[in-house]
Structure formats: structure tokens, C-alpha cells
């Protein structure tokens, strides 16, 4: 079974990770990617600077400014099983979202945030809260406005190395969450668009780590918007691709709590 953790803002408003558990991953099971190599750097920029070339890359403050919302159709694939779906999600200021799976043979996957409550639906565990790390990822990965000021949710920024990403040319950026823990993000030197992240979250199966690739940046309005995602995480290899992006047409109803996650509510 899996999850979707999404949040807006780190990369052209959505930031989409998925989750698996045991009985996918144990079907799944693929050898890990190497590791990056680096190389040696002189006169790093700092991760300010980087982080600000990104925001200008993909379309500027101003641009960003403008977006309310955004809701996003695609499709998940898993090739080494042959396990494929599709994805919707739905993000709005100030911290609102909502993702949703179909995967034949499992069903409809759901998760959401309203701004106060964080909750799971799948056919394997039913309705569930989230609680502990797990809602305190999501208060912080749900922060719409990180798009206009990345660097909101962390308490500190570094730049450690100019390094190769995805066959690129990158600078490393380490990024220290508020609330604990480290993401480590890759850039490009030449473009200074983002290329990956490798960061944890906590899971119902405990700490998982995710590395995502991103590419094929494509215009939505005026936002330069990563149209595919490859995220491994425990072996496993699932390909998220976005076929459209639509801003500030979400309906607020839209983040109300199923009468599943009501009912859960004391």
C-alpha cells in the first residue's frame, strides 16, 4: 500500500512524494541508484543565491504572487511491476490540500490536509488521522506560501558542493526543516533549475527516505512547472507524470473532510 505526501511550493507550487509500504515494496524490490559523485568546488555561491536563481528560472516572485491555488491531474506508474494509475491533487493558500489515487486492483487512495487536520484513506487501513511527525511534515509541507519565500520552512540553508545530479552539473543544498530533520536538494549550475531532492519522512513504516528526479519543465501560465517526477524509495521505482495544471480555479469545498475523518474526530 502507499500514500501520497504532496505540498506546494519546493518545485513550481507541488512537490509530490509517494509512500510505500511492505506488501507493495516486498512485490517491487529494485537495487537503489548510485550515489551522486562530487566534485571539487571552489567559491560556492550561497544557498540564498541558488534558491533565488531557481525562483527567477521557473518564472519569478511576481509570477508566483499571483497563484491562489492549483490542481493537477496525471498519471503513477511502477514499470518493474507493471503497476500503473492516475493522480489528482488540489493545493490553495494558506495551507490546504488534497491528493487522490486510483490503482487497479487496489482502489482509491486519498489523503488530505485542511489546515488543521491531516488524514489517510486506503482500502488496506481505512480512515485514518495523522498524528505525531507524520502531522507535523504535513503542517510544514503544506505551507503554500513557501513558494514565494522557499526557504520559510528551514531554520538554516547551506550550500556543501558542486556535484553531477541526474548526469548534470549541480550544486547541493542542504536544508535544515524547522522541525527537525534535512532535505538535501540539487540545482542547476548552468539553468538553476531544481533538479532532485533527496529528503525522510516519517511513514506508517517508519522513516523513509525518497529520492526524486525531476525534469521535462514545460510553461503552465507563466510558471515553468516540472511535467515529470522518478522518485525510489526502499528499492522501489514509481513514475509520476503531470498532464495538466490548472491555477486558481480550486473550489475551497473541495479540502472539506470525508464523513470518514469526521467520525475520527473527538
Request: contains cysteine; aromatic residues 6%; glycine residues 8%.
Amino acid at each position: 500500500m502507499f500514500g501520497f505526501i504532496c505540498r506546494p511550493g519546493r518545485a513550481l507550487a507541488v512537490v509530490c512524494t509517494l509512500a510505500f509500504a511492505a506488501p507493495l515494496s516486498a512485490q517491487t524490490a529494485t537495487a537503489p541508484a548510485p550515489a551522486p559523485q562530487a566534485k571539487p568546488a571552489a567559491d560556492l555561491p550561497a544557498a540564498e543565491k541558488v534558491i533565488e536563481k531557481y525562483v527567477e528560472a521557473i518564472g519569478g516572485k511576481a509570477a508566483l504572487a499571483k497563484i491562489e491555488s492549483v490542481h493537477m491531474k496525471g498519471g503513477l506508474s511502477i514499470p518493474s511491476s507493471g503497476i500503473s494509475g492516475t493522480m489528482e491533487m488540489w493545493a490553495a493558500k494558506p495551507n490546504k490540500m488534497l491528493a487522490k489515487q486510483n490503482i487497479p486492483g487496489v482502489g482509491d487512495l486519498s489523503e488530505g490536509f485542511d489546515g488543521t487536520t491531516g488524514w489517510t484513506m486506503t482500502p488496506m487501513t481505512g480512515p485514518m488521522l495523522m498524528t505525531g511527525d507524520q502531522l507535523k511534515q504535513r503542517v510544514n509541507d503544506a505551507n503554500f506560501e513557501a513558494m514565494l519565500n522557499p526557504t520559510a520552512r528551514y531554520s538554516a540553508v547551506k550550500t556543501l558542493e558542486k556535484t553531477t545530479f541526474d548526469g548534470k552539473e549541480a550544486y547541493k543544498l542542504s536544508m535544515t526543516r524547522k522541525e527537525g530533520g534535512e532535505d538535501i536538494e540539487y540545482y542547476d549550475v548552468a539553468t538553476g533549475l531544481k533538479l532532485g531532492t533527496v529528503a525522510t519522512r516519517a511513514s506508517q513504516m517508519g522513516p523513509m527516505t525518497i529520492t526524486t528526479t525531476i525534469s521535462d519543465y514545460q510553461k503552465a501560465g507563466e510558471i515553468l512547472q516540472p511535467m515529470k517526477l522518478k522518485q525510489s524509495m526502499t528499492g522501489v521505482e514509481v513514475l509520476v507524470t503531470f498532464s495538466e495544471i490548472t491555477y486558481n480555479k480550486v473550489d475551497p469545498a473541495v479540502f472539506a473532510l470525508p464523513a470518514e475523518i469526521k467520525a475520527l474526530i473527538k
